[in-house]
């Protein structure tokens, strides 16, 4: 009973909280009790006032912990025995892609963000039902870039972007809360030497009244579990005593509203569902569920006429309703239409593309058309010095002559490049498990640019340019080009398209049917970044095939 | 283009909501445009009015609906045609093994809970550091007895218990809601035939200040995820500057309240969590991140001597503080202890054991002492016909001679039940793929009584006592006896206990280390109820292995 004759002695001796700082915690702490009890009494210092509010809080660190970082509320400017640092604003495909690029050799990175993952968008449809786990389609930055991590003067930092001060190199953040017992918000700022802005863009809304308030978009995995909470709830409540026949068939209506590859994915996941498991697990209420997609124009609007002929026709066979109309109005249980028809809805969804964000608008910075961040050819945000910009918060400027960027709004999380050779290789080398054939990666206009500018900031590093008004000088090299090549959607039930034409008008392969469904998983499993990943997802769809779909309501 | 002229033919014809009700939704829907017009217009009614709260509502249903149940806010006593009615409140382990046991052919099963799985409680410490993942540990109540979702009067519903009407054989319960865009929750009664409680027991608080508002239990799959989260919050905000050493230091200590299998599981998934994947992946704070377990008397007490001494040489090794004391008061970010040493914490998790629910101690039906649900040795509530109880909720009433049950409270779900060979048999079994030998279940008292209490009920059934008021001249066998034959509880890194001791003071096996660590794997593995979360449990031990956990917060 040595211990407790220790942990008696050591909360007699010590009225103030004990446990050693550090870093005992991970090693043996020594047996014998005074041993133990005097260790337990070194650091009772930074104990002794109890709360962070507490006006004695000490914020010089202990001696032991002069190596690390100052935190004295902001993060300065770089000096001379530092790396430069390079601050990334934003966890998406963009910014992803360009940390896991930087030479951290050369670099320091620190990515702000209010999300510590990137979200693998394209098979998010897929956690809504349970097909796929919602870890499967996350990636930890940490696990992107593992210096983020490691290094001394690398960082994420879970914290929204408020404002860019470029005069002076500043970032100005603020930290992100999450419920009552949780640490208040604070402000900082972060200096850089060079700053990529990749904040992504924002669901649009149109100005509908209600969409935000009732519907939910697909975007995070937060809005995910929304829906898969929310239609698991109704499946349930609509089985209960009590319920009407008019209100369960309005609880298990699911509305879709946009006809672009997020809206069909999502429609055809949830085709699949009702098809596959609703029928057997709630059998009771099966024949009330429906699928409704409403979209004002045409569906799938950048793939060819025979693709969108072979999707509608699809989603018609799997149950799915399609409707041409424009919603005027969103209310908590019903949609209006332009022409007064309502709609009553158990769970609506809404992805009718992306524009930019609030605080992308409210940035002091040069605008392209559309009000996205303007960046000239080499990403650089014009005349604003050691600014770049990639993905959908930026478009180019008119002064370079391109367009804004190819239908990055529309399909942006759609969008691959790859030539036709690259599909078929990457189809058999991840189905044939010995074959030995070299993994293509396809990229979207996103990912490309950020590889991109990871290339481009990693030039101007080893030619001295990475500090703050520095490399004005340095080679830039050639100008991003991108080159679209293809899109994918899946419509469910062993079916997608693919189309690998250039334009609309193009000539080149699409595609349709199982072959196309077939390529769709073994890109898409390609390009979930790590290999762990990689294997949950190839690991969840094996499951859902085996076992079906998983109900519980978590 | 057919689908469109369709579609707008049909929203210019239909004011009102047209999509046909059913089962359209599920098959080819006719391609020519007339037809499908035409079909569209059928159902017309059940939606021409929009919202459920509108007054031109109809209750009736269509008469292609007249098969399915009737919906009049009521589930009404059984009639001649149709079987017997179980009701069972609660789906944890003792509910849940009712369920899997009975009769379907004799009764229909009405489950009665708020949420719709089982939850594998002795794997939950395990989820909340992203060693397994959150739906490996759930499995869904329709999975556990099919006929659930399949049979026609078998239900699930989604609902809380409110009360029981044994006079008139009837249970009040109402809905579950889930945020602002979820239907308001309503009332409704349902007919037994036969009752059965499974209510399970809460977590106990002692009444002491604070506890209910600030500190997090470990019993649900939602307090794994408000773990997690609050862990992965912690170890990110700690980073970001502004954060004083000493709120690093309180954001990062963990302090578990409770000494019994529950805290010590977590403690050591915790510290096994710092040393193996916070060190890599939170470099940082590494130093700041520290676990401490404060227990009123002695950890593990149903354990013998030695294993509690190896018990707590592994803790303190792996950086777990031990601690003796008793915690007076909960504020927001420190506790108090009797002594009046305070102690900052950024997570509390509190372990100390259950207790009946205010629910189980409103009910008007004898009780055990203790509070509990009074039954006797065939699980009968006292004199209420009809009424059984099992599992945490239930204890024998003083009549009967017996404890109220074995240090159910304390262990509850820790307590196995198996002879030494089984436990041997099905370690085996499980590591060795191709061994041909039986796998053997063990159970946990909730799960025995469970077992138990279906076959009574299957014999009564059978006996054409199955209906409300009759098969008191049933025969019914045995009674319940249990027989306590071990408890096992992991360290975390390949570490575990494993006592096989009838009593405290009784004979037989006690194991610590690597073997018993391997047995207690085994053990949960077999026993996770469906051969797809085994596949999954050992799908994410290994990875967690190959990869390390997860530290997406999602």
Redesign the interface.
Known sequence: ?A??RT??R???T????P?P?????????P?APVASASLLLTSLR??S????ASPA??????PH?SQ??T?????GPTEGGEKPRVVVLGSGWAGCRLMKGIDTSIYDVVCVSP???MVFTPLLASTCVGTL???SV???V??IQPAI??E?GS?????NCKGIDAKNHRVICE??T?GP???DP???N?SYDKLVIALGAEALTFGIHGVK??AIFLRE??HA?EIR??L??NL??S?????????????L?CVVVGGGPTGVEFSGEL?DF??RDV??????V???????LIEAN?ILSSFDDRLRRYA?RQL??S?V?????IVKDVE???IV?D??????YGLLVWSTGVGPSSLVKSLDLPKAPGGRIGIDEWLRVANVPDVYAIGDCSGFVESTGKPVLPALAQVSAKQTIASNLEFFALALQFWLPHSQLVIFWIEQVAERQGKYLAGLLNRIGKAGGGRANSGAEVDLGDPFVYKHLGSMATLGRYKALVDLRQSKEGKGISLAGFLSWFIWRSAYLTRVI???NR??VA?NWL?TM??GR?????
Chains 1, 2 share one sequence.
């Open positions: 009973m211990w407790f942990l008696t050591m909360s007699a010590a009225k103030s909280w446990p700082l550090l870093p005992s915690p991970l090693r043996t702490v047996t930074n104990f006032t109890g709360t962070a809080v000490e914020d010089r660190p202990p912990l690390s970082p935190h004295c509320g902001d993060l999300r510590n993952h786990e919602f870890r996350a990636e930890p940490g696990r991590s490691r001394p960082y994420f930092f879970l914290s930290t992100v999450d017992n949780t640490p604070w402000k900082f972060i308030e009732h995995v937060h579990q909470r929310r698991l709830l349930m409540l089985d209960v005593p009590g319920t009407t026949e008019q209100e369960k068939s309005r609880l209506h085709s009702i098809m029928r057997q697990r709630h059998a009771h099966k024949d009330y569920i429906r699928v409704t045409e509608t018609t066979k149950g309703h399609l409707v041409r109309g908590p249980d019903k239409l022409n007064g028809t309502e709609v009553p790590s290999w762990r294997f949950y690991v499951t085996v076992f998983d109900i519980s309501r978590i």
